[in-house]
């Protein structure tokens, strides 16, 4: 098993542009999540999906938009990018049945200018 | 007031030492408690866990909990440069209705020294 894989790897953008990043998990889990991780602050929230077709809002969703057409994949779209939109993104899977541990991927690392 | 703290650090052990590394929170709603660790410019790995109050052994980590005090340890003995790395708590709630959310502490920084 690959486990929770996650494209690309680096991205620098300029600001108002827009991209994808793409994630896929090959354990068959139901939960998907999207974090970021800004120096000194810790995992947020930014969407999480509990099934194919079924998102919702974490803690941090302005500017970010996800689907969830298939249970592998959760891509995360960013649009307009703006320089507070620089971090590392992580998505993460879990089974969802408790203790409903969360397996990360190796992440992106954004920056934007 | 945030619902899970974490010191930062920087924490910085010479190999061989006893690592205490500690979280608070506020919610005693929480009920499965985490330890995450995480190597530079890598994802979180999931250590341990464990459920409601009591300690947890895996080899030379050992996670405590009192929900009585709201505080959760992880201790690793005989400590190794391999482990140096930035530890992140997380905890949840059990419930049969909830999406699995964890909420994480910001992590402490853990060097240890050949």
């Known amino acids: 098993n690959a486990g929770v894989t996650q494209t690309p790897k680096f991205r620098i953008l300029k600001i108002g542009q827009s991209m994808t990043l793409q994630c896929t998990q090959d354990m068959n889990h139901n939960y998907m999540y999207w974090y970021r991780q800004d120096p000194g602050m810790g995992l947020k929230l930014i969407y999480y999906?509990?099934?194919?077709?079924?998102?919702d809002k974490g803690e941090v969703p302005n500017g970010y938009n996800v689907s969830r057409s298939t249970t592998e994949d959760f891509p995360l779209r960013l649009e307009l990018a703006a320089p507070s939109q620089t971090s590392v993104y992580f998505c993460a899977s879990s089974l969802g049945t408790s203790p409903a541990e969360q397996y990360f991927g190796p992440g992106t690392r954004l920056t934007v200018t | 007031q945030k619902e899970v703290e974490q010191d930062p650090g920087p924490l910085s052990v010479p190999e061989g030492a006893i690592v205490s590394l500690n979280c608070t929170y506020s919610?005693?709603?929480?009920?499965?408690f985490m330890w995450y660790r995480q190597y530079s410019r890598k994802g979180p790995e999931l250590l341990m866990y464990t459920y409601s109050s009591g300690n947890k052994e895996d080899g030379r980590f050992t996670a405590q909990v009192d929900k009585s005090s709201k505080y959760i340890s992880l201790f690793i003995r005989d400590s190794q440069p391999s482990d140096s790395a930035t530890y992140l708590c997380a905890m949840n709630v059990f419930s049969s209705g909830s999406a699995r959310q964890l909420t994480f502490g910001s992590g402490t920084q853990l060097t240890v020294l050949p």
């Open positions: 999906s509990v099934g194919a077709g079924i998102t």
């Open positions: 919610n005693s709603a929480f009920q499965y």
